[in-house]
């Protein structure tokens, strides 16, 4: 069973700076998912990654493989961006077709004007 | 036009009673789950459906009973309906599953509060 940790459990930045979220895995997986959860609010997918870099807006995730780890970068951070922000592995197809999540427990991110 | 939609969005209700929560996607997805996460944010696979077919029951309890009437619809079932159950109760969807993943697309989330 796969092991996901994500660091840090809580982090405040002041509006424009540029902030770091990592994941780390303890099993090869088939790809790595970054979502966001506005408070009461639903989760929205941000990023499936299974190789490399990807980019949108301001938000930009990473991968690398080999070490089993990926970091989900946020620039001039804005106080809208305040959220939890979930890192989650999937195993791979399972026999006729699912695919197991396995999440993080969520990174408290506060973006103070 | 909502994706995958769930209702309701909060409940209360008392113990011992049996609740449904309903869930539908518009996506044209072949699977579905039921996702839970607890007081802590913690979320975790409850279930998960392809084509109509259960693929996933993670150590759930039986009183737990999901109802896939079609592809695009996933039901919630839970019977005797106990403190522990309070949480939130997240559907989501996802094309077919193949190797390199996919984007999951989740509903808003069941507010369930048990008293």
């Known amino acids: 069973k796969n092991e996901v940790e994500q660091s840090p459990q809580n982090l405040t930045a002041q509006e424009g700076e540029f902030i770091t979220i990592n994941c780390s895995y303890s099993?090869?997986?088939?790809?790595l998912h970054w979502l966001q959860q506005h408070p009461g609010g639903g989760i929205v997918s941000l990023f499936m990654?299974?190789?490399g870099k990807k980019k949108h807006g301001r938000l930009i995730a990473t991968i690398n493989i080999q070490e089993k780890h990926s970091s989900l970068h946020i620039t001039a951070s804005h106080p809208r961006d305040s959220a939890v922000y979930i890192c989650?592995?999937?195993?791979?197809?399972?026999?006729?077709?699912?695919?197991?999540?396995?999440f993080g427990k969520g990174t408290k991110l506060s973006v103070i004007p | 036009d909502t994706a995958v939609s769930q209702t309701p969005k909060y409940l209360v209700t008392q113990m011992g009673n049996d609740k449904s929560i309903k869930c539908e996607q518009n996506?044209?997805?072949?699977?579905m789950y039921w996702y839970k996460q607890d007081s802590k944010k913690f979320l975790k696979i409850m279930f998960s459906?392809?084509?109509?077919?259960?693929?996933i029951n993670e150590t759930v309890p039986n009183r737990f009973s999901p109802k896939s009437p079609d592809k695009a619809h996933l039901n919630l079932h839970i019977n005797s309906l106990e403190l522990g159950d309070s949480a939130v109760y997240f559907c989501?969807?996802?094309?077919?599953?193949?190797?390199?993943?996919?984007?999951?697309?989740f509903g808003e989330g069941s507010w369930l509060t048990v008293v």
């Open positions: 989501a969807s996802s094309p077919a599953p193949r190797y390199g993943g996919y984007t999951i697309y």
């Open positions: 099993v090869g997986i088939s790809a």
């Open positions: 990654l299974s190789s």
């Open positions: 989650a592995v999937g195993d791979g197809p399972r026999g006729a077709g699912s695919y197991q999540l396995t």
């Open positions: 996506l044209g997805h072949d699977t």
């Open positions: 459906y392809n084509n109509k077919e259960l693929i």
